[in-house]
Antibody, heavy 120, light 105 residues
């Protein structure tokens, strides 16, 4: 069965960077796009970006351009999301979510979420 | 960017009620619309894709309709397990609506 297992909670200071991992299993890793979505406390869902695990190409939400980097490791079937220059507004639960073999597709599977807290 | 606007933001209803949530896109997205259900502390769950296709395992009391810029999610007979927050999403460029919280009346 498809599983997306994310790394644990993080506490970071403003200005620091955080790197969250998402390990995939139960399917052919390189065949499906992966997305990152975040949710600030009590708020809605915000799409952050997409990575093609096959070739590594990425596309990011304009709001986060320059601060977010998504990468993948094909040998471990893991995708990563790194967010830099953290500020308090980046405090949120971060989710990875699997799409389909097409970049424009709904998110059928989700990770359990990783809470990132930015606080001095 | 394509903006998604959901209404209402909050909805109070009772078990057995029939209800509808509306989602409007700022431009034509054809049928590239999904609906998700989210419960507190949990990841969202896909309910509907391609505007009206029911995800496997989702109860048939959930249905979706619409195309272009106007879409609806209907729950035909509310069950206790349905009280949650619902989000629409256009997956041309993946933006979400702001959510509709369904509360017990």
């Amino acid at each position: 069965q498809v599983q997306l297992v994310q790394s644990g909670a993080e506490v970071k200071k403003p200005g620091a960077s955080v790197k969250v991992s998402c390990k995939a299993s139960g399917y052919t890793f390189i065949s499906y796009y992966m997305h990152w979505v975040r949710q600030a406390p009590g708020q809605g869902l915000e799409w952050m970006g997409i990575i093609n695990p096959s070739g590594g190409s990425t596309s990011y939400a304009q709001k986060l351009q320059g601060r977010v980097t998504m990468t993948r490791d094909r040998s471990t079937s893991t995708v990563y999301m790194e967010l830099s220059s953290l500020r308090s507004e980046d405090t949120a639960v971060y989710y990875c979510a699997r799409g389909t073999e097409y970049s424009s597709s709904p998110f059928q599977y989700w990770g359990q979420g990783t809470l990132v807290t930015v606080s001095s | 960017d394509i903006q998604m606007t959901q209404s209402p933001s909050t909805l109070s209803a009772s078990v057995g009620d029939r209800l509808t949530i509306t989602c409007r896109a700022s431009q034509n997205i054809s049928s590239r619309l999904a609906w998700y259900q989210q419960k507190p502390g949990k990841a969202p769950k896909l309910l509907i894709y391609k505007a009206s296709s029911l995800e496997s395992g989702v109860p048939i009391r959930f249905s979706g309709s619409g195309s272009g810029t106007e879409f609806t999610l209907t729950i035909s007979s509310l069950q206790p397990d349905d009280f949650a927050t619902y989000y629409c999403q256009q997956y041309n460029s993946h933006t979400f609506g702001q959510g509709t919280k369904l509360e017990i009346k």
